[in-house]
């Protein structure tokens, strides 16, 4: 549904592209055949990839692609038993990296000792914003897959797997393969109940969150899957009712991310 007022309608300019097009088909794929995904696939991905804006220039980022068997199952595990990590054909590991940019201070007797929250944090989105263009990169060429957040259930485990350095860790993972299925999209939140003019309208949000409710268990229910009535909201009270990873401060800090 548009959300678009009456001052904005703009009936010049096209509301369609191969971009906007894939966006809206966008579905998270967690089975892929056996056909290898080929180093100069990953490569192009990778270096489309890496034109993502990135914070001053920092490029704080870097990707581990893992193809080793015995490190995806080793992943695999510490993601929490996900057997697409295991089977995917190729694993890429997207890291906040900050060796480039120490690399830089050092050539002038400086460090990133003693910094704060915001280089930890500019360092995570670059490797986030760097992740998702791979991830449509990679998409527009029909290879779809899975980004995985359950590095951070060890993190540690993870850097030790990957053989990173300090100053370095896995922010996300992504499995990438041939699609071997092709999942129903997925209903999201509203435009409407998440974009505001100007100012922020907190009183909308009950009425959305019943409808997005709604939503999702009636998409769960046309695949076939168990959910409740208010799908979304008793979903994310299971998840999020008790503080998940505690540890990662801890862990962060021992990968060298000791940032006031
Ligand atoms: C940062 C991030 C981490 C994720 N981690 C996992 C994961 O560990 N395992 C998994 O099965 N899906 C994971 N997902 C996929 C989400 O569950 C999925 O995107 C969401 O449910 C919406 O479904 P869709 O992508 O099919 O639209 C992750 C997505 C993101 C963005």
């Given amino acids: 549904m548009s959300i678009a007022t009456e001052e904005t ?15 809206h088909k966008r579905v998270s794929v967690r089975k892929y055949t056996d056909e290898p995904v080929s180093s100069e696939v990953i490569d192009a ?11 001053s220039n920092i490029q704080a980022y870097s990707v581990v692609i893992v193809r080793d068997q015995a490190s995806k199952d080793e992943l695999s595990v510490i993601t929490g038993n996900q057997r697409h990590v295991a ?102 939140r509203s435009l409407e109940g998440m974009v505001h003019h100007e100012k922020y309208d907190a009183g909308k949000l009950n009425a959305e969150l019943d409808a997005y409710d709604k939503a999702l268990a009636d998409h769960y229910r046309s695949i076939g899957k168990d959910t409740t009535d208010a799908s979304w909201t008793d979903d994310i009270d299971d998840k999020f009712n008790v503080p998940r990873r505690d540890d990662l401060r801890a862990a962060l800090k021992d990968l060298g991310f000791n940032f006031r």
Avoid: Q
């Fill in 9 to 23: 309608l703009d009936n010049s300019v096209a509301l369609e592209s191969e971009t906007i097009n894939l966006l």
């Fill in 45 to 55: 991905v990778l270096s489309a990839a890496f034109r993502a804006p990135t914070s």
């Fill in 87 to 188: 089977r995917t054909p190729v694993f890429l590991a997207f890291c906040a990296d900050l060796t480039g940019m120490e690399g830089a201070l050092k050539r002038h007797g400086h460090n990133l000792d003693d910094n704060n929250m915001e280089i930890g944090l500019v360092s995570t989105i670059d490797a986030s914003l760097a992740g998702m263009a791979a991830y449509l990169a990679a998409d527009s060429l029909g290879l779809h897959g899975l980004m995985i957040g359950g590095v951070r259930n060890d993190t540690k485990a993870v850097a030790r797997v990957l053989g990173l350095p300090p100053r370095v860790y896995c922010v996300f993972g992504m499995c990438l393969g041939w699609p071997a299925e092709a999942p129903t999209l997925k209903p999201r």
